[in-house]
């Protein structure tokens, strides 16, 4: 039974909005591991059978929260993407407000981004159906590659990197295909780029850079320049605001 809703169902009302409206605050005091049904009835001020009748289990919760987590992160660097496009943005830029876009919507939405990103829930093992809305974020990233690399702005890699490939076919299918020479590699470049991104998100979001820079927002533009030189990509780094 798939109740996992999306942030338009969530805006129309409902029980199973209620609950997972409600299982959202309680994310911020319990943490996933710590969350159960009836924490989030009581917090609702909800019967316990009612919280039970759309979702029968504590996974079968987390399972839409997790849904809705990737799901709003993602149509967020979407938005974010659309908006560069439309503005006639090159690659590069584009690159930079998904980024923006993505570590906007995880200081908004701390807790479902350590839902997802965070530490694994113990004995919480998550179904297929979260498969499609986790796909969404390197989706977006693999479109701006590939459309860095038709438009010509991306500078071959200086050297090649050895050994056999390394991808699995869904990950080629993402992008459409490998490439040719000098831009075989170009897909397991973009999976560094895509784990370097939520990597210095966790950081930052954990609060593990704050005393280390002076500038979080000027260092996360930065560090997104510094990973889309693996993939010959060039990020315009301009103005940025905390």
């Not at 504590?58 to 849904?67: G, S």
Request: no cysteine; charged share 20%; glycine share 10%.
């Amino acid at each position: 039974m798939d109740f996992s809703g999306t942030a338009t169902s969530d805006q129309s009302g409902g029980l199973p909005s209620a609950v997972k409206d409600t299982a959202r605050r309680l994310l911020v005091k319990l943490g996933a591991a710590g969350l159960g049904l009836k924490d989030v009835a009581d917090g609702g001020g909800l019967a316990l059978a009612d919280v039970e009748a759309v979702f029968p289990h504590r996974d079968d919760l987390l399972t839409a929260l997790i849904v809705d987590a990737y799901n709003g992160s993602a149509a967020a660097m979407e938005r974010a993407d659309q908006a560069a496009r439309d503005a006639g943005a090159p690659a590069g830029a584009r690159l930079l407000a998904v980024a923006r876009a993505l570590r906007a919507w995880s200081f908004e939405n701390a807790a479902e981004f350590t839902l997802i990103y965070g530490s694994p829930v113990p004995e919480y093992h998550a179904p297929g159906s979260t498969v499609p809305p986790a796909s969404r974020t390197p989706a977006v990233l693999a479109g701006i590659v590939r459309s860095a690399l038709q438009a010509g702005e991306l500078a071959p890699p200086r050297r090649a990197v050895p050994g056999p490939p390394l991808l699995l076919p869904a990950a080629e299918q993402l992008f459409g295909g490998v490439p040719e020479a000098p831009f075989s590699d170009i897909i397991e470049r973009g999976i560094v780029l895509w784990s370097s991104l939520i990597g210095l998100l966790v950081f930052q979001v954990l609060s593990r850079t704050h005393d280390s820079v002076r500038d979080e927002s000027a260092f996360f533009d930065y560090a997104i320049a510094v990973a889309a030189e693996g993939i010959g990509l060039t990020v315009p780094v301009g103005e940025h605001t905390d």
